[in-house]
């Protein structure tokens, strides 16, 4: 019987191959010299493409997603990069602006932030960047029990955070859920399950302690 060989392997092979020999030829040109577990690990990011590249939190990150963040430093424009890393920015962003986090990546020991502002979205060192209010994470977390509070007897439950229509009505006292939570212009906001329903509240109706 004839030994037929599958033509796959020998592609990828050979990529790995290439990509090994590229890397040992940049590590001549700069002096770097590379054990093969270094060079392994580097063919394989190469190998990887763009599939690291998506937004995460990185360890230790002081933001967290969502979270409304002010730009902060010496000079009076912030510098935002397409990329963590990068030398040359694509835009600029004025000192005192606000930004939203997407996410964070940490990038040589230093933690990285994608935001979304007016001068557009890009990634900044977390020394650029200062809190606005309170944190999410600070606060009550989802699945957890709460008790609803405030000035009124019925409590207002919005479409949205910082939302401008009431889509129903709890009673002050109430038990509820909550379901998530965010932090809008310097104000968290949960989304809680209440027995007339579903909807958002500002963390001022918001107890951990029953009434």
Same mark, same amino acid.
């Given at each position: 019987?004839?030994?037929?060989?599958?033509?796959?392997?020998?592609?990828?092979?050979?990529?790995?191959?290439? +990509?090994?020999?590229?890397? +040992?030829?940049?590590?001549?040109?700069?002096?770097?010299?590379?054990?093969?577990?270094?060079?392994?690990?580097?063919?394989?990011?190469?190998?990887?493409?763009? +599939?690291?590249?998506?937004?995460?939190?990185?360890?230790?990150?002081?933001?967290?997603?969502?979270?409304?963040?002010?730009?902060?430093?010496?000079?009076?424009?912030?510098?935002?990069?397409?990329?963590?890393?990068?030398?040359?920015?694509?835009?600029?962003?004025?000192?005192?602006?606000?930004?939203?986090?997407?996410?964070?990546?940490?990038?040589? %020991?230093?933690?990285?932030?994608?935001?979304?502002?007016?001068?557009?979205?890009?990634?900044?060192?977390?020394?650029?960047?200062?809190?606005?209010?309170?944190?999410?994470?600070?606060?009550?977390?989802? %699945?957890?029990?709460?008790?609803?509070?405030?000035?009124?007897?019925?409590?207002?439950?919005?479409?949205?955070?910082?939302?401008?229509?009431?889509?129903?009505?709890?009673?002050?006292?109430?038990?509820?859920?909550?379901?998530?939570?965010?932090?809008?212009?310097?104000?968290?906001?949960?989304?809680?399950?209440?027995?007339?329903?579903?909807?958002?509240?500002?963390?001022?109706?918001?107890?951990?302690?029953?009434?």
């Amino acid at each position: 019987m004839a030994n037929h060989r599958d033509p796959v392997k020998p592609s990828i092979a050979l990529r790995w191959v290439l +990509a090994l020999l590229l890397l +040992a030829s940049i590590a001549c040109q700069t002096g770097e010299i590379l054990t093969p577990e270094e060079a392994t690990a580097r063919a394989q990011q190469a190998q990887g493409g763009e +599939a690291g590249s998506a937004p995460s939190t990185a360890r230790g990150a002081e933001f967290q997603v969502n979270e409304t963040v002010e730009f902060t430093g010496t000079e009076f424009l912030i510098p935002l990069r397409k990329e963590p890393g990068d030398v040359s920015p694509f835009s600029f962003a004025g000192r005192g602006d606000q930004a939203t986090v997407l996410g964070s990546r940490e990038v040589e %020991g230093e933690v990285w932030y994608l935001v979304k502002s007016a001068a557009g979205e890009g990634w900044v060192p977390a020394k650029f960047l200062k809190s606005t209010g309170p944190s999410a994470a600070e606060g009550p977390q989802p %699945g957890e029990t709460v008790y609803l509070t405030g000035k009124g007897f019925l409590i207002n439950l919005m479409d949205g955070p910082g939302g401008k229509r009431i889509i129903a009505n709890q009673e002050r006292g109430a038990a509820v859920t909550i379901l998530e939570v965010v932090e809008l212009e310097g104000k968290l906001w949960y989304r809680i399950d209440a027995p007339t329903g579903q909807g958002w509240v500002p963390a001022d109706n918001i107890s951990t302690e029953a009434p």
